[in-house]
């Protein structure tokens, strides 16, 4: 399966941009990046995908290195609602687009 | 417009019963998903449905379950003789095509607790 590697957890201020990161070194040209959230007691939300540009949609933007080994999910301006668990995951072609998901990355927002 | 809808939210059942998850994926998605996550982990894939074809049912931990989707809509999964390793939540996705580049739409779970 390929893997993904995200730091545990994050802290961030209210109303600052926040970067968090994501290393995929074993990415297949094919696989796309998908970004997942995951507030208590809800489902995972869908936040962003891309394959090899640059994404912008009104939740964030995603950022793909150029030899696509890493990805970085940007929220422009944080908000306590932002407060999360995020899940950077690769869906493989071919695999029914079921999604493997790791630990994520625990960000925390304070005013 | 309608997300997708799990029912029951909450299951409190006796070790050794049967119990019966339900999904209503969104309207027009062929593709439908069934997930768990246990206490603190991650979440781990158990079935997958697309369309008329046979489900991917390689996720799934045991003989004891198992899924099923009517008509190509809504979907249960049933578990049978109960153990307390199935206390987790269940989450159900779907997505329009099951294709990789599609996003999947989670629902909020259904919490099952084994007593």
């Known amino acids: 399966d390929a893997k993904t590697t995200q730091p545990n957890s994050m802290e961030s201020n209210e109303e600052e941009p926040v970067h968090l990161p994501c290393n995929h070194s074993?990415?297949?040209?094919?696989?796309?990046i998908h970004w997942y959230r995951q507030l208590p007691s809800q489902g995972p939300e869908y936040v962003i995908h891309?394959?090899?540009?640059?994404v912008n949609n009104r939740m964030a933007s995603l950022a793909i290195a150029e030899d696509r080994k890493s990805s970085t999910l940007i929220l422009h301006r944080a908000t306590l609602r932002d407060a999360a668990v995020y899940y950077c995951i690769l869906s493989v072609w071919g695999s029914g687009d079921k999604l493997t998901f790791g630990t994520g990355t625990r960000l925390a927002v304070r005013p | 417009g309608a997300g997708v809808s799990q029912s029951p939210s909450n299951k409190v059942t006796e070790k050794g019963k049967d119990v019966e998850l339900r999904c209503d994926p969104i309207s027009g998605h062929t593709a439908l998903y069934w997930y768990r996550q246990s206490l603190g982990q991650g979440l781990e894939f158990l079935i997958y449905?697309?369309?008329?074809?046979?489900?991917?049912k390689s996720g799934l931990p045991s003989d004891r379950f198992s899924a099923e989707r009517t008509g190509g809509s809504v979907s249960t999964l049933t578990i049978q003789r109960t153990q307390q390793e199935d206390s987790a939540v269940y989450l159900c996705a779907s997505s329009w095509t099951g294709l990789s580049n599609q996003p999947q739409h989670f629902g909020d779970g259904t919490r099952l607790s084994i007593l």
């Open positions: 891309g394959l090899t540009s640059n």
């Open positions: 074993t990415i297949s040209g094919t696989d796309y």
């Open positions: 449905f697309q369309g008329n074809s046979a489900p991917d």
